[in-house]
């Protein structure tokens, strides 16, 4: 199997050397460019059409969500190339703006996640084969906050669908939820069923529904705003 094809795109020049230094150790992965603002980024993707791209979310020009707007520009010119992108900061909106044309092809990571560096080959892989990738810590950031807005589409869910659905945003498969609940995964079924149902995911949304439902709970239990980063 050919390595996998990685822009970065990075202002940091220390980060950006660390990052390619540790990502340049993996046989599977090859970094064909390097870039550090948005037009060198894009200008990158154009000419070497990676499989995935690994940004930073605050670059410049701006400084502000030049990693968003990429993904969502390359959403429609490079449909195809996949985008993780990483971030300081735990914030659910970034994570809700990356993922609003779609999943698929979508990773967000923090920045801390670069010290593992086996966790970040792997959200390459992932996002390069399809799949997306939301932060645990930001799920688990929002799980804990244990608050969510007033009428909120999780008021209509009982108790226990709450409970499932918590475990679905902390990324536990169905085997996992129903030994954690000492229930049967047939009943795990069920619930999810239920709960893509009460949240009005069709089968045919753009975004995969389990990846849909959390991204819905975790809008729904945010206070706004960011969540700063565990340490």
Do not use: C, W
Request: charged share 25%; hydrophobic share 45%.
């Amino acid at each position: 199997m050919p390595p996998i094809r990685v822009v970065l795109a990075e202002d940091g020049d220390l980060l950006r050397a660390g990052v390619l230094a540790l990502l340049e150790a993996y046989d599977d992965i090859d970094v064909v460019a390097t870039a550090t603002n948005l037009p060198e980024l894009l200008a990158a993707v154009d000419a070497h059409r990676p499989d995935v791209l690994l940004t930073d979310i605050r670059m410049p020009p701006d400084l502000t969500d030049e990693g968003v707007r990429a993904a969502g520009e390359l959403r429609r010119t490079h449909p195809g190339v996949g985008v993780v992108a990483l971030t300081q900061y735990a914030d659910v909106e970034y994570a809700l703006d990356l993922v609003r044309e779609g999943s698929d092809g979508r990773g967000y990571l923090l920045k801390e996640r670069v010290a593992d560096v086996d966790e970040l080959v792997a959200a390459l892989h992932t996002v390069a084969a399809g799949g997306s990738v939301i932060d645990q810590i930001v799920v688990d950031a929002l799980v804990e906050t244990g608050t969510r807005r007033r009428d909120s589409l999780l008021d209509r869910l009982t108790p226990r669908e709450l409970e499932v659905l918590s475990m679905v945003a902390r990324g536990m498969t169905n085997g996992a939820i129903a030994a954690g609940l000492v229930i049967t995964d047939r009943a795990v079924e069920k619930h999810i069923n239920s709960i893509l149902t009460k949240l009005d995911l069709p089968a045919d949304a753009p975004v995969h529904r389990r990846v849909a439902a959390t991204l819905v709970f975790l809008s729904e239990a945010g206070v706004g705003g960011g969540v700063a980063p565990r340490r």
